[in-house]
């Protein structure tokens, strides 16, 4: 029995909610789904914990940019944690210097975790691991999938990125978050940190759905006490629940902080319910000039872009279990 848990009403009126069916990417009841990861914001690494263990999503690979020994060491520490030694894990430059972030080192701060160079290579990880019956979240820069493109033995059935940018043209002025009210284009790191691999993604005609959870809705996406208090109610339900528990404790426990913003969680749980997100077709594009990203009504759109989400549905997703 899958328990999905509703945390908070919403009085969020969604006119538009994606209802494009997932069933084509269901094997024996779960979501065939592949994460590409980096490890500079917490949230990625909460976001690889929720999809270990929710009832939903069978994960079947995850790939990591850059993919530092630092950064395979603690992903293979925390794949342990979970039994799953048998997901591939690759890497775009094991050779990069390391990109563990120092609040990572806090989470298991009492154990030994030593630095491995056991991986393989991303984009080959990506080709042997998606299809056309696969969902790839992508948390990061898009090195690793723009190199599996490259190759041209790259499929996939649908590809959800966090990054990109709707600006005042885009979204109503009732939904825009007051730090973005003003701007239609705005620098988004994801996309920013490898403009050429980003560039091929969009380009990419054989990837036929694109979703883009970008910046101007995720970043009014806050992980509270309040709601952790909430997950402290069903914490035990799961081994998933439980170590996004402990991330999110260490993580509110310091100083001043009151809460996260939940980014890659947002971008995961659309990957399983679309209809948590309002989406519109646009054309993501860059300015040359500022080198910000930006979205524009265009005849010829290259993906949907997120304009608002359903708080509710959200959270369901988020600490679901069974």
């Not at 209802?19 to 024996?28: Q, V």
């Not at 690979?61 to 894990?89: E, S």
């Not at 890497?91 to 991986?119: D, W």
């Not at 109503?172 to 284009?185: D, W, Y």
């Amino acid at each position: 029995m899958i328990v999905i848990v509703s945390l908070m009403a919403t009085s969020l009126d969604l006119e538009a909610s994606e209802n494009i069916s997932s069933d084509h990417f269901l094997i024996n009841g779960r979501l065939q789904i592949v994460l590409d990861m980096e490890t500079g914001d917490p949230d990625d690494f909460i976001t690889l914990l929720f999809l270990l263990g929710h009832p939903l999503v069978h994960l079947k690979a995850v790939t990591i940019v850059p993919g530092t020994p630092d950064q395979i060491g603690f992903i293979r520490y925390v794949l342990n944690r979970f039994n799953r030694n048998d997901l591939p894990l690759g890497a775009f430059n094991i050779n990069a210097k390391p990109a563990l972030s120092k609040f990572h080192l806090k989470i298991y701060e009492n154990t030994l975790i030593r630095e491995s160079r056991e991986v393989l290579d991303g984009s080959d990880v990506l080709i042997a691991n998606c299809n056309e019956q696969t969902i790839l979240i992508c948390g990061g820069p898009l090195s690793n999938v723009a190199k599996a493109i490259q190759t041209g033995q790259f499929k996939v059935g649908r590809l959800i990125v966090q990054g990109g940018f709707a600006g005042d043209n885009i979204i109503p002025e009732e939904k825009r978050l007051n730090k973005f009210n003003g701007r239609l284009t705005c620098h988004t790191f994801n996309l920013g940190a490898d403009i050429k691999a980003a560039k091929i993604v969009l380009n990419y005609s054989e990837i036929k759905e694109k979703y883009f959870v970008s910046k101007n809705v995720c970043h009014g996406v806050i992980y509270t006490k309040d709601i952790h208090k909430q997950l402290e109610k069903v914490k035990d339900q799961s081994q998933s629940l439980e170590e996004i528990y402990h991330v999110m404790s260490i993580y509110l426990n310091q100083k001043g902080k009151i809460g996260k913003a939940f980014h890659d969680p947002l971008a995961a749980c659309c990957a399983i319910d679309l209809s948590i997100g309002q989406w519109k077709h646009v054309e993501l594009y860059m300015d040359q000039n500022t080198k910000e990203w930006g979205s524009r009504i265009n005849k010829y759109p290259n993906v949907k872009i997120i304009v608002d989400y359903h708080q509710d549905k959200f959270l369901s997703t988020l600490f679901a279990y069974g």
